[in-house]
């Protein structure tokens, strides 16, 4: 065999490996380090990011998103100077509900008026639908998605710079949505709104603020706001680190409170989003996440009410408490040092002690299910029956 015909055989081995190593599938390779994992994980969100492309212009283009069978328009305006590390954005919730579409449309508009914002992107979306709980169905949570999702790729917004609010049934919305999607907003801030059955055990990671007229007693919402905004204090007192939130109450207000709200919006800017938690407090609500900061749980297996309580130190892991059926660890470098053993630990015993691979497949599944280039994991372990395992491990020959 001479010496061309070698280097093409050569060549073509190297290539191989190369294909293999990026789809994962490459059985005897050595383990990935960290610079790999960086690199392949920006150039899987450079690729998801072009293929967004199209459906985000159409969106900016026509003014409006769809999903499933509802759509709903976006008023969006950009100020300011954009940072180094990319836009905030402000998503605005407005008033109305279970209303004519009239009534519904004056307060879209009335909402584009009520905040100034030195820097960022406002986009003030037109519910879908004119119902009274129009902010908080369950396709609302895949219209924030996508506003978040599309605002990065068409305005370059950073993604632990979004933030929440909303005015009356606006605020019902934020009240609901806020901890169910904790892990998409840096603040969220509530006016004038009903709390329903909203569970505050989400937002130990997420800044909260209540603002309410002591004299707005419609649907009780002067005495719930307070009831609420004990809640949060006694969850930040059981936990320090956590549950940070603000209460506004005027006395002299009814349930419009004269723009003495509009406080929120530098509270709000100066936080940026927790992405990396210490420790995550997930409740399932009635409508069920995927994912909720770097914990997940099929949907198939998960239903209302599951929970689970995980902290981090280091690279141990430690399971406070779990009723989901499957938890899955998602990790990456940020949450710990990946060339060292991670240790996983529930009820005193080591379910799990051993250095993890990162791996391309992990990379690829968390990019294609966050769509966040902040959350991008490189490797994944499952929690199941009380055991853990690492969901790809490196392949032997």
């Not at 999903?67 to 328009?73: D, I």
């Not at 790729?153 to 929440?164: A, Q, R």
């Not at 909260?208 to 419609?218: M, R």
């Not at 141990?316 to 059926?325: A, E, R």
Request: with cysteine; charged share 25%.
């Amino acid at each position: 065999m001479n010496k061309k015909n070698k280097s093409l055989i050569l060549l073509k081995l190297q290539t191989l490996c190369v294909i293999a190593l990026l789809c994962g599938t490459c059985a005897a390779q050595k383990k990935m380090s960290r610079t790999e994992a960086d690199r392949l994980a920006m150039q899987q969100w450079n690729t998801e990011k072009q293929k967004l492309m199209t459906a985000a212009r159409k969106v900016w283009n026509e003014g409006v998103i769809k999903f499933q069978q509802y759509q709903m328009a976006i008023a969006y305006k950009v100020f300011g100077t954009k940072p180094v590390g990319g836009r905030s954005l402000y998503i605005s919730l407005h008033g109305g509900g279970n209303a004519p579409v009239a009534v519904n449309d004056q307060q879209w508009e009335n909402q584009r008026t009520l905040y100034n914002i030195k820097e960022g992107l406002v986009i003030v979306p037109r519910a879908p639908t004119n119902t009274w709980n129009l902010w908080h169905e369950d396709h609302i949570d895949n219209f924030i998605d996508s506003l978040i999702r599309y605002s990065v790729i068409m305005e370059d917004v950073n993604p632990d710079k979004v933030y929440i609010l909303g005015y009356s049934a606006g605020g019902d919305g934020v009240f609901q949505l806020a901890p169910r999607m904790a892990d998409r907003f840096a603040a969220a801030s509530m006016m004038a709104g009903h709390p329903g059955d909203a569970d505050m055990r989400n937002l130990r990671n997420l800044p909260f603020s209540i603002f309410i007229g002591g004299l707005d007693s419609a649907y009780n919402r002067n005495k719930l706001a307070i009831k609420y905004n004990r809640k949060l204090d006694s969850l930040h007192n059981l936990d320090a680190k956590g549950y940070d939130h603000e209460f506004h109450l005027y006395p002299d207000k009814p349930h419009w409170l004269d723009h003495q709200d509009t406080i929120a919006i530098p509270w709000m800017a100066d936080y940026k989003r927790n992405t990396f938690p210490d420790k995550v407090v997930w409740v399932q609500d009635n409508r069920l996440q995927h994912r909720f900061y770097w914990l997940s749980a099929p949907l198939v297996s998960s239903k209302v009410g599951d929970a689970a309580e995980v902290s981090r130190k280091g690279n141990q892991i430690t399971i406070l408490h779990n009723t989901f059926k499957v938890l899955e660890i998602n990790l990456n470098d940020d949450l710990v040092n990946l060339d060292q053993p991670v240790t996983v630990i529930a009820n005193g015993k080591v379910l799990f002690h051993k250095k993890v691979n990162r791996s391309f497949k992990a990379i690829e599944r968390a990019v294609k299910e966050y769509q966040d280039p902040r959350f991008i994991f490189t490797t994944e372990l499952l929690l199941s029956n009380n055991k853990v395992s690492e969901v790809y491990p490196l392949k032997s020959k």
